[in-house]
C-alpha cells in the first residue's frame, strides 16, 4: 500500500519554530518531485513547498519564503519541511504530497497522485 505518513505537527506561539517530516512506504519516491501544501480552516488548499526528485530544486510560495526551508533524504524515503518564525496565519493541516511524474524537477498539483492524511499545525499569537 502506497502511503505518505506526515509527523511533527502541533502547538506553538509565533516566532516558534517546528519540524515536519513525511515518511514514505509502498514504494520508492526517490524519482519523483514532493511538495507540502496546506489548508486553513474555510480555505482552499494551497502550495507551500516543492523539491525535485534529487533534492536539487526547490520552490516556494512568497509567503513562506526566507521561512520555511524543504528537504529531502531518498535513502530514507522521506521528506521535510523546516518552519521558523512562524505566523498565526501558517495555522492550517499541512499535507505531503508526491508528484506522479518521474525525474521531475517540481511538484504540479494537478500532477500529485498519492496525498498524506495531513498534520495540524496551530500558530498562536
Known amino acids: 500500500q502506497v502511503q505518505l505518513v506526515e509527523s511533527g505537527g502541533g502547538l506553538v506561539q509565533a516566532g516558534g519554530s517546528l519540524r515536519l517530516s513525511c515518511a514514505a512506504s509502498g514504494r520508492t519516491f526517490s524519482i519523483y518531485a514532493m511538495g507540502w501544501f496546506r489548508q486553513a480552516p474555510g480555505k482552499e488548499r494551497e502550495f507551500v513547498a516543492g523539491?525535485?526528485?534529487?533534492?536539487?530544486?526547490?520552490n516556494y510560495a512568497d509567503s513562506v519564503k526566507g521561512r520555511f526551508t524543504i528537504s529531502r533524504d531518498n535513502a530514507k524515503n522521506a521528506m521535510y519541511l523546516q518552519m521558523n518564525s512562524l505566523k498565526s496565519e501558517d495555522t492550517a493541516v499541512y499535507y505531503c504530497a508526491a508528484d506522479r511524474r518521474p525525474y521531475s524537477d517540481y511538484v504540479g498539483v494537478r500532477y500529485v497522485e498519492v496525498w498524506g492524511r495531513g498534520t495540524l499545525v496551530t500558530v498562536s499569537s
Open positions: 523539491i525535485g526528485w534529487s533534492g536539487g530544486s526547490t
